[in-house]
């Protein structure tokens, strides 16, 4: 038997009501933002990812899928939404007209990651994108408007945590003096970290081996090197988030693993999936819109893991499909073929409907309608058809009904609209 590629998963009925119910929700709560639904490729040019998530990264590294594509060089599966928005924003010229634009996104991504729970090769996400505006009011809204959605689908023991990075006027010299630290602390640093303190410093902060982890207790923190601009955007940021009701912790070693983050970075983080603590994460990448070759425009946004989200949403409810609103049970060959007609009407009308074709007793059908969870069944033989009356019954309170034959499509469609 083929069995699927370890790292990738099939999301089945049963586990696929949390999702529909999570992408419902976002759909709704980004919208009430003023954010539209954008839908890009998969596959992009693989330069495009290694430009704007950075040569020192680890995806660009060694996570990413990509393969020679002929004439069109390399191309690569998209390990996250950011790029393609960003490209698709310039490519359309989105900004020409006004450069205030709020996109939503949803759909997976690939990273040849060393799979484990809650760490897949194929994952989804729900990504937001805003460009355009670089108050701090935005940041604090992004925030805002992340914990409102989790808090709407009851996501417990989740915490937003933030940090500012700087800018490219004042990171400089925290980098410097991170590099400082480092440089003292070489013999402690695993491998990857060795070669990031040359080349991306701040990426040490983000290292999850306890050693690394270690060496930069008492190491420079990023605020106490703002310049008064980020300063002041920070502390805007804060008592926004404060003013708002959103309770956020203060953590100056977030510093999220893409380059291109400047000033607000934020992580939702929770306590209740073990080790991949983080559920979503994002921040303000205010010079990536003009290093893709776009003009000068302020971005900011956040990805949320789809797969993380499900597996919280899912320990705290339990979201069930709804039943067929009707289930016809034929008896009879002419009733069957009578029920096939009514099931395509009725389908066709808005009216979930389900039967059977296999010439059941009405005993076996009434089994299939309570494991189907019909709420109402449509009981109909031969004779029935003859006599022009036809019987539904109620499943919650058992009651019956007798429905003449006539115009019976017309009757149902209204009592089930
Ligand atoms: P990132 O783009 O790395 O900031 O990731 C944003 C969010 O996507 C994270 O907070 C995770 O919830 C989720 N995520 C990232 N990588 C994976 C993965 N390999 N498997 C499942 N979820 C992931």
Request: neutral net charge.
């Amino acid at each position: 038997m083929i069995q699927l590629i370890k790292g990738f998963k099939d999301v089945l009925p049963g586990e696929i009501e949390v999702w529909q119910t999570i992408e419902r929700a976002a759909k709704e709560t980004f919208e009430n933002f003023g954010f539209q639904e954008i839908r890009l490729p998969i596959v992009e040019k693989s330069e495009l990812f290694s430009r704007s998530i950075g040569d020192t990264t680890d995806i660009v590294e060694k996570e990413m899928y990509t393969f020679e594509d002929g004439k069109r060089g390399h191309i690569t599966l998209r390990p996250e939404a950011t790029a393609s928005v960003v490209r698709s924003y310039i490519q359309h010229k989105m900004y020409a007209a006004d450069p205030i634009r709020k996109f939503y996104t949803i759909g997976p991504m690939f990273r040849r990651e060393r799979p484990q729970k809650g760490r897949y090769r194929q994952f989804y996400q729900i990504d937001a994108e805003v460009f355009g505006i670089d108050s701090p009011y935005l940041d604090a809204q992004l925030i805002f408007m992340l914990t409102t959605l989790l808090a709407t689908l009851k996501a417990k023991d989740v915490k937003a945590h933030i940090n500012s990075l700087g800018c490219p006027c004042c990171r400089p010299k925290f980098q410097k003096a991170l590099k400082e630290l480092l440089d003292a602390k070489k013999e402690h640093l695993c491998e990857n970290c060795l070669r990031r303190s040359e080349k991306n410093p701040l990426r040490v902060l983000d290292c999850k081996v306890p050693a690394c982890r270690e060496a930069v207790v008492g190491a420079p923190s990023i605020l106490d090197h703002l310049c008064d601009e980020c300063s002041d955007h920070f502390e805007t940021v804060k008592r926004v988030l404060t003013e708002n009701g959103v309770e956020y912790e203060v953590d100056k070693n977030l510093v999220r693993g893409l380059d291109y983050y400047t000033r607000t970075a934020f992580e939702i983080l929770t306590t209740s999936l073990g080790a991949q603590n983080a559920v979503a994460g994002g921040g303000r990448y205010d010079g990536l819109v003009k290093a893709l070759g776009g003009p000068e425009v302020p971005a900011i946004g956040f990805a949320i893991g789809f797969d993380r989200l499900a597996e919280i949403v899912a320990m705290q409810q339990s979201i069930e499909a709804p039943g067929p609103t009707l289930y016809i049970a034929p008896l009879g060959e002419k009733a069957t073929e009578t029920a096939a007609h009514w099931v395509m009407q009725l389908a066709a009308r808005g009216i979930s409907c389900e039967t059977d074709f296999s010439g059941r007793s009405l005993k076996s059908h009434m089994k299939r309608a309570d494991k189907l969870k019909a709420a109402h069944v449509l009981m109909v033989g031969d004779d029935e058809l003859k006599t022009g009356r036809v019987t539904l019954r109620n499943m919650t309170t058992r009651e019956q009904d007798e429905l003449p034959l006539d115009g019976l499509v017309e009757t149902l469609a209204q009592q089930f609209k």
